[in-house]
């Protein structure tokens, strides 16, 4: 039995002094009020309406019932009340700073359509995780090793000329005596400047023979910029590169990427947002960009082939 919808039919009935008023201001039929006020005393062993009048009266055993029936509805409406409110509640999730504006508006759109209300919040990797444990977010997309993370981005070198081969081999950026210009540079953004993705690179850099200054850390604006105006490089991926329109190949000696997993905190649960927002959060943070970037790369080496094929034949 429903003991709170027949506490519900009782209550309403009750007050109504009328099965059919009662009924409609609990918003259900005259028969099925009836039926849940028969099953609550057939419940609590004694009758609770006289059934002899036009007019509802109770009984003493009705009247001594009525107080509790009516908290325990009461009850319920307030649980039901919190249950919405929660639902309602925006999830303050922290994400990386380099997701896009249209990819983060897509998250939001798509989690709104799901039930859910994202209030993002921008941050570096390690001001994400300083909020999480700071309980100023509900839940964080940290930046975490390739073997640690639910979400990986490819990384790369993007510079404005096309290098004409299918990798970036960090020796060709060797300086020699007779090279000429300034060491060109790998630029270095704050969401890749951890110890799992710079280690690695900085291990490699003095395997090579590059100069420390080769490998610089900016903010993202700034890095952009050197690369837009000189030959230097930038780590990012596949999908930074196309917003950047930057020329993006694979690191030809390591392999690195971007690590993400989501964790909440104290009060959190990133289950049921994992489970019901994880392709969006795929698509926002550019794991599927990888495949369009050597789509575009290959379209590319093909209108240029086809290009030289018909200047030859002229």
């Known amino acids: 039995m429903d003991l709170v919808g027949a506490c519900r039919a009782f209550v309403s009935v009750s007050e109504h002094g009328s099965f059919t008023v009662g009924a409609a201001a ?102 994400r995780t300083e909020l999480l444990h700071a309980q100023q977010v509900r839940a964080a997309l940290l930046a975490v090793p390739p073997n640690e993370a639910t979400w990986s981005v490819p990384l790369g070198l993007a510079g404005t000329q096309d290098p004409g081969m299918r990798r970036v081999h960090l020796e060709t950026l060797r300086i020699g005596r007779a090279s000429p210009g300034p060491a060109r540079r790998i630029w270095i953004q704050p969401e890749d400047d951890v110890p799992h993705i710079r280690d690695p690179l900085t291990r490699l850099r003095d395997a090579v023979g590059l100069r420390p200054a080769q490998l610089a850390a900016a903010d993202l604006t700034t890095a952009a910029a050197e690369v837009l105006c000189t030959r230097d490089l930038l780590l990012c991926s596949p999908a930074q590169a196309a917003e950047l329109a930057l020329n993006w190949r694979p690191v030809g000696e390591i392999t690195l990427s971007r690590g993400f997993a989501l964790a909440a905190s104290a009060d959190g649960n990133p289950q049921h947002i994992e489970a019901r927002l994880g392709d969006a959060i795929a698509r926002c943070l550019g794991t599927d960009a990888q495949a369009d970037a050597q789509a575009s790369t290959q379209a590319g080496a093909q209108a240029k082939a086809n290009e030289n094929a018909g200047g030859a034949a002229a």
């Open 26 to 127: 609990a918003r259900m039929s005259q028969s099925v009020a009836s039926r849940r006020v028969a099953a609550l005393e057939e419940r609590l062993g004694e009758q609770l309406i006289e059934r002899t009048s036009r007019r509802v009266v109770l009984t003493p055993f009705g009247r001594d019932m009525l107080p509790a029936a009516r908290q325990l509805v009461q009850a319920a409406d307030v649980l039901l009340h919190e249950a919405e409110v929660a639902q309602r509640k925006p999830w303050r999730l922290a994400v990386p700073a380099i997701c896009s504006t249209a990819g983060l508006a897509r998250l939001v759109a798509e989690a709104r359509g799901l039930g859910v209300t994202l209030d993002l919040r921008l941050a570096a990797p390690a001001r």
